[in-house]
């Protein structure tokens, strides 16, 4: 069977072979007719996306807000903040936020937010990169 931890799919049976030396294929399928028949589950993770509809806006006070749209079946968001092509932060949230706030920042470097989903250990790539521009007053 194979789940991917949403949905079981169940095929017919299969089976790998191996011969070792000697040994000829009569001899083996009789052997593995008297064992009892064994399966094999395993899982294959869903593909995660980054999340959509990211929006920024830079206040006048040098505060970004960040948004998105939230996606199902997630532990959490992961936040990065760039100034230029350097990292200055990497923020977590959990499932429930969808918007932050980046305070502090200077009016001297162009930064940039894109965002990442999480599940557990595993993290999708990051959307793709927004300029925090300064809203007009």
Not at 20 to 26: H, K, P, Q, T
Not at 38 to 55: A, G, H, I, S, Y
Not at 97 to 112: G, K
Not at 131 to 136: D, I, Q, V
Request: charged residues 20%.
């Amino acid at each position: 069977s194979v789940n991917d931890r949403g949905n079981v799919v169940r095929s017919e049976s299969a089976r790998l072979s191996v011969l070792e030396n000697g040994m000829n294929e009569d001899d083996f399928s009789q052997e593995v007719a008297e064992e009892q028949k064994q399966t094999l589950d395993f899982f294959l993770p869903r593909k995660l996306n980054p999340p959509k509809d990211v929006t920024t806006e830079l206040l006048l006070d040098g505060t970004a807000v960040v948004s998105w749209s939230r996606s199902a079946e997630v532990t959490g968001y992961l936040i990065q903040v760039m100034a230029g092509n350097t990292a200055v932060t990497n923020i977590s949230v959990d499932s429930s936020v969808d918007t932050v706030q980046i305070h502090n920042l200077s009016p001297a470097h162009q930064y940039s937010v894109c965002v990442a989903v999480v599940r557990g250990d595993t993290q999708s790539a990051f959307s793709e990169s927004k300029a925090l521009y300064l809203k007009s007053p």
